[in-house]
């Protein structure tokens, strides 16, 4: 199979969708790979670095769509993008096709095989294409909560492990889930003061049996969740109710309440945040002051990080990519029920119920589409 990974035109973003290693295991399945030159600059990999995997390196993104049966991708196509994509082509990559009527319609127009990472699952439950990205977010938010407390930057001016005499900085962390699990592991490992916070008694006592020597959990009531909010140097928000908008979770009159030079960190901002006084910001004005009170609010945290964020979503989709380029997409999707769960678009056919229900658009089963 011909697969072509172009150059992400998304603004800000440097990841790629395949490594110049994972080039390497899709040539040796005897497949052609087409790389747009510069398509993993940012990501520190250099087009003489496919070459030597064997893949090809062309000029243009125009003869990356042209060429490839398989686009593989990392953010949703942009407006330019989606005009290059035609029927009989599979698209693998992130969609978010939700929130996203303009893009659902283009894909739809085009008649394009779309297999959106987000949505694809695993035999546990989860999601295991969106889960490296929440792995690296919670493992970068004590790192920059720790940046934030600094003085300079406007914070407490704590350092988080503190230093013998002196106690650690206190860390809260809301959400218990991948992020929030990540975060605590790295803000213990920094030597702070950690407790994590739920509202999944299951999840607490999985956090009890596994971490219970490294940080304390809680259950997250609202009185406790302010207790240890008055007590804490770093709050880092890492909740989610998936498909809603996160819990607002501590309002703008509580942040008088809250250490001054107190920092938090929402990682949850991408579904609107659990700080009455969220805003999105990005990685060059990525902190801003209310009430004292330093606010991170990065909607694409991974962005920081693109060479370990690329190298973490390659791992998790590569098995599909060889799966998808050795058996055709009917074959990869009929015997994998988890990649099945990943198709959003198939020729002209919507084919996710819940992309359908927000958008008010008819809906294929998955299944159905196969046989077209
Ligand atoms: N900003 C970024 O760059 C970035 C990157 C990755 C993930 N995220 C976001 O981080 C958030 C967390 O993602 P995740 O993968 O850890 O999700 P997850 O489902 O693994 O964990 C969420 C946890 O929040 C808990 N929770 C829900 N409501 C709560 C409440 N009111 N109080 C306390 N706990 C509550 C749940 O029980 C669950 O354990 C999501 O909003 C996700 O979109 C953001």
């Given amino acids: 199979m011909k697969i072509g990974c172009p150059k992400e035109i998304k603004p800000q973003e440097c990841r790629v969708g395949l490594t110049p290693n994972a080039v390497r295991e899709a040539v040796a399945h005897g497949h052609d790979v087409i790389v747009e030159t510069g398509a993993g600059d940012g990501a520190g990999y250099a087009d003489a670095d496919y070459v030597a995997a064997g893949a ?5 993104a125009a003869e990356v769509f042209d060429a490839a049966e398989l686009v593989v991708k990392v953010k949703e196509p942009q407006a330019q993008e989606r005009a290059r994509l035609r029927a009989g082509q599979v698209l693998f990559t992130y969609l978010h096709l939700a929130p996203d009527p303009d893009q659902t319609r283009d894909l739809l127009v085009s008649g394009v095989t779309a297999i959106a990472y987000e949505t694809v699952t695993d035999a546990r439950g989860g ?11 919670g493992r970068l938010a004590p790192q920059v909560g720790a940046w934030a407390l600094q003085k300079a930057n406007g914070g407490r001016g704590v350092l988080l492990g503190g230093v013998p005499g002196v106690a650690p900085g206190r860390v809260l962390v809301i959400g218990g889930g991948v992020v929030g699990t990540h ?9 702070a003061d950690v407790t994590v916070i739920d509202r999944s008694v299951p999840r ?3 956090l009890d049996d596994v971490f219970g020597g490294t940080f304390r959990n809680a259950y997250a009531d609202a009185a406790t969740t302010m207790d240890l909010a008055r007590q804490a140097d770093l709050i880092i928000g890492a909740v989610l109710i998936p498909g809603a908008a996160a819990p607002m979770l501590i309002s703008r009159a509580q942040l008088a309440d809250l250490k001054p030079g107190a920092v938090l960190v929402d990682v949850a901002i991408d579904q609107g945040g659990c700080f009455e006084t969220s805003h999105a910001t990005t990685h060059q004005h990525p902190v801003y002051e209310v009430e ?3 606010h991170y609010c990065v909607a694409n945290m991974p962005g920081a990080v693109p060479r370990t964020a690329t190298h973490a979503l390659g791992n998790a989709t590569l098995p599909f990519v060889l799966a998808l380029a050795d058996k055709g997409w009917r074959r990869a999707c009929a015997e994998d029920p988890h990649l099945l769960a990943g198709l959003n678009t198939h020729a002209g056919h919507l084919t996710y119920g819940a992309v359908g229900v927000a958008l008010g658009l008819p809906v294929l089963a998955a299944e159905e589409a196969l046989a077209i």
Avoid: Q, W
């Fill in 56 to 60: 090809r390196v062309a000029g243009t």
């Fill in 127 to 137: 999601l295991p294409l969106l889960a490296p990205m929440s792995e690296v977010a």
């Fill in 183 to 191: 975060a605590a592991r790295v803000a213990a490992g920094m030597g």
């Fill in 204 to 206: 607490l006592r999985y």
């Fill in 292 to 294: 004292g009170i330093v």
